[in-house]
């Protein structure tokens, strides 16, 4: 029996309890959103850190101004050196009332169409993930007493927030960070059957709006009709954000934006996807976006704009019959490769001031930025990886972007010079960042057996290994 045999033979022994080992961390609610759950974060960064140094890792919490970051390190000298990036904060549960189970009660489920989930919140985004490439790796130590390459896991509590500081603590240890490749499983795959290598993101831009008109909430009765009313301002002003045929109106917003190659269009038009059939999953129809786009452009190659919440007058119950003095909106846009978000958003800020009505002030603030990432390492990583993945689930793998965002993505390739290669196991109905969140069982079996063959096609002292276990 080779290496790569006997770490599957592993995987298959020690799946049910994996599973349970899941479910442990799934318990702890590390919502990075929320400050009073600081203490859950901390004692999720020190499961994961317990769970690596049981599997044969050298672990250290590395300290930050908010959540601890997880280092976890199997030194091997002479061999490539691989770092894997992933998180274990997670989304708010809210709204409860919608979640059919406790986000944070892990439970297996048999969903409508036959297929076991775990569900729970951070099951897919990302707990579940990580936990794929972190059974490949207990599966290939603990069956052959070694990984093929020297890998480094640094897993922080920030992602979900903007990763706020871990760009600085990438600078800080940038010499322990050093590697050849660099690996993230917080994606998904093209469908159920087949899987997906994800080449590019978009970048992120947050931020808050505020408009304030009168000097206090004031009586409709009397002031209805000649008084601003801030909601209706504020709502005015970011409808005209976004044009009738779907475009974003701001001045200068797609100067820098580069049309797709005509092969890479292709390969998208290629792929078949039929808008109806895509929007149908969540309950609509119809795409908003340029409507001179194909929907797979939309997604892969074109920024958007958001609105993400509105807030301003009266939410009790029943009603009050005021005209609010003061309204705030949170915005986010996704970006691509060419787009500075500083610039952006400083153009936002024009585009609205410039619009805002007598008697009304306008306050922004900027939360969080990130630039469009793509993938331009060597083209024989990739192939590899691919033929791991075909391996696995039997369908050769599509090579995509995505319109999601990782923000630490920039800070990465400026620190470190390295591009990652993105590996996910997530589907497209998983509801990451809504109630319900889920991760397939079949995800997650196989994505340890992806991660386990992945590292094997890629190590060049596969045969030294596979030795050990003849």
């Known amino acids: 029996m080779n290496a790569l045999d006997s770490v599957l033979v592993e995987l298959e ?12 961390w799934l318990r702890i609610p590390s919502i990075s959103a929320d400050p009073a759950s600081a203490g859950h974060c901390r004692n999720a960064a020190l499961w994961i850190l317990d769970e690596l140094r049981r599997g044969g890792f050298t672990c250290e919490l590395l300290e930050t101004p908010r959540n601890p970051v997880v280092y976890a390190r199997f ?19 809210d709204p409860l009332e919608l979640w059919r189970t406790g986000p944070f009660d892990p439970v297996i489920q048999t969903l409508d169409d036959g297929t076991e989930a775990i569900c729970a919140r951070g099951a897919a985004d990302d707990k579940g993930q990580v936990m794929t490439f972190v059974n490949a790796c207990r599966a290939w130590i603990k069956s052959t007493g070694t990984l093929p390459f020297d890998v480094t896991l640094l897993i922080e509590g920030e992602e979900e927030i903007g990763s706020q500081n871990l760009g600085a ?23 159920r059957k087949r899987p997906a290598i994800t080449r590019s993101l978009r970048g992120l831009l947050q931020g808050e709006v505020a408009v ?14 000649v008084a601003q009313n801030a909601v209706q301002v504020l709502c005015d002003m970011l409808s005209k954000v976004r044009t009738r045929d779907g475009a974003i109106a701001i001045p200068g917003f797609y100067d820098p934006v580069e049309e797709p190659p005509s092969e890479l269009r292709a390969v998208w038009m290629a792929l078949g996807v039929k808008e109806a059939e895509f929007l149908g999953q969540v309950g609509l ?65 024009r585009f609205l001031t410039e619009q805002a009505p007598v008697d009304c002030v306008l306050q922004f603030c900027k939360q969080a930025a990130s630039t469009a990432f793509a993938y331009s390492g060597a083209q024989d990583d990739i192939e590899a990886v691919a033929t791991a993945l075909e391996a696995t689930w039997r369908q050769p793998p599509v090579v995509v972007g995505t319109g999601v965002s990782i923000p630490i993505m920039s800070e ?19 509801r990451i960042h809504s109630p319900n969140e889920k991760y397939d069982v079949e995800s997650f079996r196989r994505g340890a057996e992806s991660w386990a063959r992945i590292l094997c096609e890629l190590s060049s002292g596969e045969k030294d290994v596979a030795a050990t276990n003849a």
């Open 412 to 430: 990465f390739k400026r620190v470190l010079g390295l591009d990652a290669i993105m590996v996910g196991f997530g589907q497209e109905d998983d």
């Open 75 to 93: 030194p091997k000298p002479g061999v490539k050196r691989i770092l894997f990036y992933g998180h274990y904060d997670v989304q708010p549960p």
């Open 212 to 225: 304030r008109c009168s000097d206090r909430d004031l009586h409709s009765g009397v002031f209805g009709g």
């Open 285 to 349: 129809s119809k795409s908003i976006g340029e409507t001179d786009r194909a929907l797979v452009e939309q997604m892969q190659s074109r920024p958007s704009f958001d609105i993400n919440g509105i807030s301003g007058g009266y939410q009790g119950v029943g009603g009050k019959t005021i005209i609010p003095s003061e309204a705030t909106a949170k915005v986010s846009f996704r970006l691509v490769a060419g787009q500075n978000p500083h610039v952006i958003w400083e153009s936002f800020e």
């Open 13 to 24: 022994r020690d799946f049910k309890t994996s599973i349970e080992r899941l479910c442990d």
């Open 169 to 191: 603590l990438i600078e800080a240890h940038q010499d322990r960070l050093g590697c050849d490749l660099l690996f993230v499983c917080d994606t998904n795959m093209w469908d």
